[in-house]
């Protein structure tokens, strides 16, 4: 008898683990995390990907192509000691949510019902996800960040060795778009098109058909990829709206009111996130700009990776929208959205503005790792949940994802951060990053993105005021240097074919949302503007760039400077002059002296260094101060046409 029931026992066994081992090889898996094997960091949303059998394995970043058509996700966390675990559905991403709950959830199977158990939310503190809503107590995690009582934290607070989660595809082929393709959307006219997505069955046939009103521009027909993805290329089509893309496959997807024009990535930091809602005469400017409908935006979400993203698996925090949906104008970025409203005015043609920014973030999140290496950037400090602060973050998961669509060109606001942070690297970093983005764009476009598509920036804007050399530190104004390559004005040979727009003269220490942060956003965005419509689109009557000096050394002490535009001159203030023997001394302790210059009818400015030079100067600097000048748009020298573009800063070394 008692051998009978062993082998009962046993039989049961057997039985069961088939079960659990059918029920876990129908499902994907997501995640696994086992004891012993090392813990995970705060964006491992892909970690050894290519090796399913890992002890530690993370796929989470795809969770959003799993999205059922009833817009949950089937999800199971499995306990391979216990045999058992949890299974459920829920709403939310939690991968994108940032730490903003569960939503949506609804058990179907669940073994561990304690401690307030309900689904997964991003936790970024003790782990990448965790189970708890509305609690500071965690009781059971994906992706630990460290040791907890010799495990991994488990249902009903169980301490187990291994972890796995599960996520069930539908059975039934389900075509999806790629998270940038929407209704209302802009793609890059006169180039081709790459439009992909994803799928949850491998060899299907769909087809793809564009219409220009009910006329039917271009049909193609394919079959999705062992991947389960799919991709097509668009020809060329002129700028102009009213476009629909249907794609048939098992189901039927479209976008709808597509149109064809001009797109640009808008990105950067905490300036380039500043929304309209802040600006000057904000109300007056978002009401004005409601009746530009041809100009469409969307937003990407904010999201970390540790490795290259697929997809933008964040999703966009602002959906494509037109300005008369004004909150959704209100919270976007106001010098994209003002940048594409100039040139709408100027082309008539849609703009399509996509914003990728990140507030606080310096130059090497949004750069690859090759961009860094030629640079010599070390590894990162731990920013602990501050990791988009850290080397490639931002690149893996806000702009490499986006790198398949045709665009035709960049504009970038950021610095601040890098006022402090590898400053004497920016030069290289700047022009490494620029370079990376417009290779991988051009590889992965095909060429229909080229590989020197225009970028254009903000030159570094003020902060507390800085009046007298009794703050020498000069890491504002070198950043401004460097972001010029260490030339003073672009295009040059280490930025080709860029653009740029100066911000020093924007000072808003009234701004509610600090110096840093002033609130005139309208002058940035039309001086950006102005250059793009002059070197991307080659019309002439638009300035590029400033009056531009030339120094000459009349005598040993006597300097002359000419401008090679006509200029005006505000005041004299603005010209300072190292007295020590080397200029470093003068940007970390000794400070810069304020000198004055003469000015003739014909615009030639002297300066006059036999007094203040007697034992020698190393160098003659322009608007050398965090913040050289106090009152708004009134720096010394402008030129004299209607676009009044100011001088911008610059640096001479000399020996006299």
């Known amino acids: 008898p008692n051998s009978n029931l062993l082998a009962m026992l046993l039989g049961l066994f057997i039985f069961f683990s088939s079960l659990i081992s059918f029920q876990v090889s129908a499902w994907d898996l997501l995640f696994r995390q086992t004891y012993g094997a090392g813990y995970f960091s705060y964006s491992d949303w892909y970690k050894n990907t290519h090796n399913q059998e890992a002890q530690l394995f993370s796929r989470l970043g795809d969770l959003e192509r799993y ?98 989660l599960y996520v069930q595809a539908e059975e039934s082929n389900e075509m999806r778009f790629g998270q940038i393709f929407q209704s209302g959307m802009v793609l890059q006219a006169n180039k081709a098109n790459l439009i992909w997505g994803f799928s949850t069955m491998p060899g299907e046939f769909y087809t793809v058909e564009l219409f220009e009103g009910d006329v039917l521009r271009y049909v193609t027909s394919s079959v999705t990829a062992e991947d389960l993805t799919w991709q097509v290329s668009l020809p060329s089509q002129s700028p102009g709206t009213g476009f629909r893309l249907v794609v048939t496959g098992q189901n039927i997807i479209n976008i709808e009111d597509l149109a064809f024009g001009e797109v640009w990535v808008c990105s950067g930091q905490s300036n380039m996130d500043f929304g309209m809602f802040g600006i000057l005469d904000s109300e007056i400017e978002i009401s004005n700009s409601a009746g530009y409908e041809d100009i469409r935006f969307a937003r990407v979400n904010l999201m970390t990776a540790s490795e290259e993203m697929s997809d933008i698996w964040g999703g966009l925090s602002i959906p494509w929208s037109k300005p008369s949906e004004t909150n959704q104008l209100s919270s976007f970025s106001a010098v994209c959205f003002l940048y594409g409203r100039y040139l709408f005015d100027e082309l008539q043609v849609p703009i399509g503005l996509i914003q990728s920014s990140w507030g606080g973030t310096p130059v090497e999140s949004w750069s690859s790792e090759e961009a860094l290496a030629t640079c010599g950037v070390p590894s990162s400090p731990d920013f602990g949940a501050g990791i988009q602060n850290e080397n490639t973050q931002l690149w893996h998961a806000m702009i490499a994802p986006l790198t398949r669509l045709t665009i035709r060109g960049a504009i970038w606001y950021q610095g601040e951060t890098n006022v402090g942070y590898n400053n004497d690297l920016y030069t290289c970093t700047f022009s490494q990053m620029i370079d990376s983005w417009r290779q991988t764009w051009s590889s992965k476009t095909n060429d229909e993105t080229p590989n020197n598509f225009p970028f254009g920036f903000v030159q570094l804007g003020t902060n507390e005021e800085q009046v007298s050399e009794s703050n020498p530190n000069s890491n504002w104004p070198l950043l401004r240097w460097h972001q010029t390559g260490d030339a003073g004005s672009v295009p040059n040979d280490i930025l080709p074919n860029t653009f740029m727009a100066t911000a020093m003269d924007t000072h808003d220490p009234e701004s509610p949302y600090g110096a840093i942060h002033p609130r005139d956003k309208l002058t940035v965005a039309s001086r950006l503007a102005w250059a793009s419509l002059y070197e991307a689109y080659s019309i002439p009557h ?76 190393s160098a003659l600097a322009y608007l050398w101060r965090q913040t050289p000048c106090l009152t708004a748009l009134q720096c010394p020298v402008y030129s004299a046409d209607a676009f009044r573009l100011p001088v911008t800063p610059w640096i001479f070394v000399m020996d006299v």
């Open 542 to 617: 638009y300035p590029s760039k400033g009056p531009e000096a030339s120094i000459i050394k009349r005598e040993a002490k006597i300097i002359e400077i000419k401008y090679d535009q006509t200029v005006v001159l505000d005041n004299l203030a603005g010209w300072q002059v190292c007295t020590a023997p080397d200029v470093h001394l003068c940007s970390t302790y000794l400070g810069w002296k304020d000198v004055t210059v003469t000015v003739t009818e014909d615009n030639l400015f002297t300066i006059d260094l036999s007094e203040i030079c007697a034992e020698g100067c």
């Open 67 to 164: 999205r059922g058509r009833d817009g949950s996700f089937h999800l199971y966390l499995y306990y391979p000691e216990l045999g058992k675990g949890n299974e459920w559905k829920q709403t939310s991403n939690p991968v994108a949510r940032h730490g903003q709950g569960v939503s949506g959830y609804e058990p179907i199977n669940i073994s561990f019902s304690g401690k307030g158990w309900a689904g997964l939310e991003h936790n970024n503190q003790n782990s990448l996800l965790d189970g708890e809503v509305d609690s500071e107590w965690w009781w059971y995690a994906v992706g630990s960040f460290s040791e907890f009582d010799g495990g991994i934290p488990g249902g009903d607070d169980i301490i187990v060795h291994e972890v796995e």
